[in-house]
């Protein structure tokens, strides 16, 4: 199908091979993520990022915008990766045009594996006791997410839009897979995998506490609002974010901070 007139062609490098035709993935305000066959292994898919320019903007702004938050991104995904942090590899990049091309991660976003897990909510799930059901693979990826977050910040990284939405369950080999059949064994399946966070657009570098307890609250803020039935859960995530970084305790101490100028503003609208 043609793409409306409306919209900007994909980035130069994707006209390369008519054979292979890109795959529009997702389009956002400020740019698009493309899935294509990558160039250096044929046999494998990447992701690449665009930024396509902005006709509102000064064209020699808008190519230094672009150009800018590309680069920024890039560098703090290549500073993550090599630190051992869960994130997409850095493969190529073109900063003056406006595109990065990286690893593409194969899974599920967390948010649809939690959500799998959680099922369809009983009418009557104020009553629920969850004493009786086992939610040790559900914690298990709690604590899995908590790893990531903590080892993300120790890299002195900060990534600006935590949720469950930016992060993806990278599917593990068939024998570490929960055994068994059956509802059960199907829902910790939904929840199996290795934690990999993506989408780094808004990230920065910071020491600083307060950033990183911020970052802490806008992904508790994410599970109250799309995962409500898992949000007593949400302590497991800080616990192994304690055990993985060894400056949380002042950043825990900091999220009560803002937890209560969070509540403050609900309170004045």
Known sequence: MTEPATEFPPPKILTLSPA???ILITQGAEGRLYKTPSPFQPDQFCALKYRPP???????????????RISSEAKVLDRCYREGVPVPAVLAKDAAAGWMMIEWIEGQPVRVGINKWLGERPEDDDVVDHSQE?????????????????ALHRTGVVHGDLTTSNMMLRPWADDRLPNGHGDKAEKAKAVAGDVVVIDFGLAMQSQSDEDRAVDLYVLERAFASTHPRAERL?????DSYR???KKAPGVLHKLEDVRMRGRKRSMLG
């Open 20 to 22: 292979h035709k890109p």
């Open 134 to 150: 086992d939610e040790t693979p559900l914690i298990d990826l709690m604590k899995r997410i908590g790893v990531a977050v903590g």
């Open 234 to 238: 949400f302590h497991h995530i800080l």
């Open 243 to 245: 055990e993985a970084f």
């Open 54 to 68: 902005k006709p509102y903007r000064h064209p020699i702004l808008d190519v230094r915008l672009n150009k800018a």
